[in-house]
Nanobody, 125 residues
C-alpha cells in the first residue's frame, strides 16, 4: 500500500489543523493505520492509531482530548483533526500502515512496513 499525507502548515498556538493520509494499492480496511511524529532531534513518537476492521482508535496521552483520528474506508483515507495546538506539537507528522501488526506493537514505529512522506506542522507561540 502507498500512503500520501497532506495538510501540514504553519499555525499559531491554539489553532486547529486537519491532516489527511490517503492510501492506494491495497485493501485499506485490512490495514491498521497510525500517525507518528518526529520533532527535530527527537525520536519518532506515536500519536494515534485506527485499527483495521474496526473503529477502535487509540491515542497517545499527550494528545487525548485535543486530537481526533478517524478513517473513511470508502475514501481509503485517515484523518487527524488537531485542535488546541501547542508549540510542542511542532514536528513532521507521518502516517504509517501495517496489515499484520498486533495490538501490543501499535506504538512501535519499527513495526510498520508502509510510510507516507511526512508533512510538517509548525506551531508558533
Amino acid at each position: 500500500v502507498q500512503l500520501q499525507a497532506s495538510g501540514g502548515g504553519l499555525v499559531q498556538a491554539g489553532d486547529s489543523l486537519r491532516l489527511s493520509c490517503r492510501a492506494s494499492g491495497g485493501t485499506f480496511r485490512s490495514y491498521t493505520v497510525s500517525w507518528f511524529r518526529q520533532a527535530p532531534g527527537k525520536e519518532r513518537e506515536f500519536v494515534a492509531t485506527a485499527r483495521r476492521y474496526n473503529t477502535h482508535i487509540v491515542y497517545e496521552d499527550s494528545v487525548k482530548g485535543r486530537f481526533t483520528m478517524s478513517r473513511d474506508n470508502v475514501k481509503n483515507t485517515v484523518y487527524l483533526q488537531m485542535n488546541s495546538l501547542r508549540p510542542e506539537d511542532t514536528a513532521v507528522y507521518y502516517c504509517a500502515a501495517s496489515s499484520t501488526i498486533i495490538f501490543s506493537e501499535i506504538s512501535n514505529h519499527l513495526s510498520y512496513a508502509h510510510w507516507g512522506q511526512g508533512t510538517l506542522i509548525t506551531v508558533s507561540s
